[in-house]
């Protein structure tokens, strides 16, 4: 229990740290308000659930072993959410109240989680931690995988809330909207071009 615990209050603090996928939520939550906001947080927490079933495979290992040819996936994931950025900044003030499709906003999120290896090989280090040796790995890894995932859930939609709430504050001012989400989006793009293997 005491490691469930642990994981528990860092997986919080990593939580609160905004990478790629918080940016993006952010930024949907910025425009598309809260309900959009979650429709990408559930995008994501499944690209998570999908590289913790990798770490469960040993996938993982495979993949470090790999990680330069495997360089492309984090740079196809910087192109497209530089990509998504600038075409937010450069949109229309009228385009501001056009709510995109759901699965179009679920798939986006799910997309960008999946597509930072550099997540995959933290998860792959970060996880093990917390199952205790003498017990069955492969049960208790599933256990702490299904903790990290519920609580990183909670916790971007409660980014995605306060990302909401501003949402209202920036409505009538649409161009600002459009320039703070591209601008969201491009840095988590940056972010994610500069993160270490």
């Not at 409505?171 to 459009?178: E, K, L, T, V």
Request: some cysteine; overall charge positive; proline content about 4%.
């Amino acid at each position: 229990m005491d490691r469930l615990i642990a994981l528990g209050a860092a997986t919080l603090v990593l939580a609160a740290i905004p990478g790629p996928n918080v940016a993006l939520i952010v930024a949907s939550s910025i425009r598309y308000g809260f309900r959009n906001g979650a429709l990408t947080v559930l995008g994501t927490t499944l690209g998570v659930a999908i590289q913790l079933l990798f770490v469960l495979l040993g996938v993982a290992t495979l993949i470090e072993v790999t990680a330069d040819a495997l360089n492309w996936i984090r740079w196809a994931g910087v192109i497209y959410l530089f990509w998504l950025g600038i075409r937010t900044w450069r949109e229309p003030v009228a385009d501001l109240g056009r709510v995109m499709a759901a699965p179009a906003m679920f798939w986006r999120g799910c997309m960008v989680a999946m597509l930072n290896p550099k997540t995959l090989l933290f998860n792959a280090a970060f996880l093990p931690q917390f199952v205790a040796p003498d017990g069955d790995a492969h049960a208790e890894l599933l256990v702490v995988a299904g903790v990290f995932v519920s609580i990183l859930l909670c916790a971007d939609l409660l980014w995605a809330a306060l990302a909401g709430s501003a949402q209202k504050l920036l409505a009538r001012q649409s161009a600002a909207s459009n320039k703070i989400t591209g601008g969201m989006l491009v840095l988590a793009s940056i972010g994610l071009a500069l993160a270490r293997q």
